[in-house]
């Protein structure tokens, strides 16, 4: 059964107080990593796809990594505005080929 | 991406009532998924809604208590049935392509509570 851990639970930073956030997952074959942002009374927000070890993606101040049991979200001088839950998900080949098993996030708060 | 739409976007019912939620898709998408995310967790696969055919329901979760219609390629509804406060939670739609790992997308949720 594939498991997705995400820690800190929480975590509050001061404006350009630079932090990681990590998600280590169990799963037999992975096909792909995925990390959302998820704001208060909304859907989670797509934004990053791993695929293998090594990967790394880049979206302004978020850049994730992957190695073959961890993903970090690393957050570079983060702003107010990055405050949200932040999501990561994994695809296995278990279960349906598009199952995704999420964790239970970490909520990120950034102080002016 | 696709834009999704959730309706409703949250409802109090009583308890023993059904609610059925709908999700449109501005485009035509291959895969649809009904999730639920109790408060303060994080996001569980209802099933599959799988176009011209039944759901695939998930370990836990069974028709009869969430059946699933898709119609068509943009659309979907999930009914929750015979109520209860266990039942109060967000429901999110999520979409995704033809190809294998590919990213899904998100509704912004239907948040129900039951009294």
């Known amino acids: 059964e594939d498991q997705v851990t995400q820690s800190p639970e929480a975590l509050r930073l001061q404006e350009g107080e630079s932090s990681s956030l990590n998600c280590s997952y169990t799963?037999?074959?992975?096909?792909?990593l995925f990390w959302y942002r998820q704001d208060p009374g909304k859907g989670p927000e797509f934004l990053f796809t791993l695929y293998s070890a090594g990967e790394e993606k880049e979206k302004e101040r978020l850049k994730a990594t992957l190695t073959k049991k961890e993903s970090f979200l690393h957050i570079t001088a983060p702003k107010p505005e990055d405050s949200a839950t932040y999501l990561c998900a994994v695809q296995g080949p278990s279960g349906s080929a598009r199952q995704l098993t999420f964790g239970s996030g970490t909520q990120l708060t950034v102080l002016p | 991406s696709a834009v999704i739409s959730q309706k409703p976007s949250r409802d109090i019912c009583q308890r023993g009532t059904s609610l059925t939620i709908q999700c449109q898709v501005d485009s035509q998408v291959t895969m649809m998924f009904w999730y639920r995310q109790q408060p303060g967790q994080s996001l569980t696969l209802i099933a599959t809604?799988?176009?011209?055919?039944?759901?695939?329901?998930e370990s836990g979760f069974v028709i009869d208590k969430f059946p699933i219609s898709r119609p068509n390629l943009t659309f979907s509804t999930l009914t929750v049935s015979n109520m209860s406060p266990e039942d109060s939670s967000i429901y999110l739609c999520?979409?995704?392509?033809?190809?294998?790992?590919?990213?899904?997308?998100f509704g912004d949720g239907t948040r129900l509570s039951i009294l």
């Open positions: 799963v037999s074959g992975l096909r792909g």
């Open positions: 809604a799988n176009q011209g055919s039944e759901a695939t329901y």
């Open positions: 999520s979409v995704t392509g033809g190809k294998d790992n590919q990213p899904q997308h």
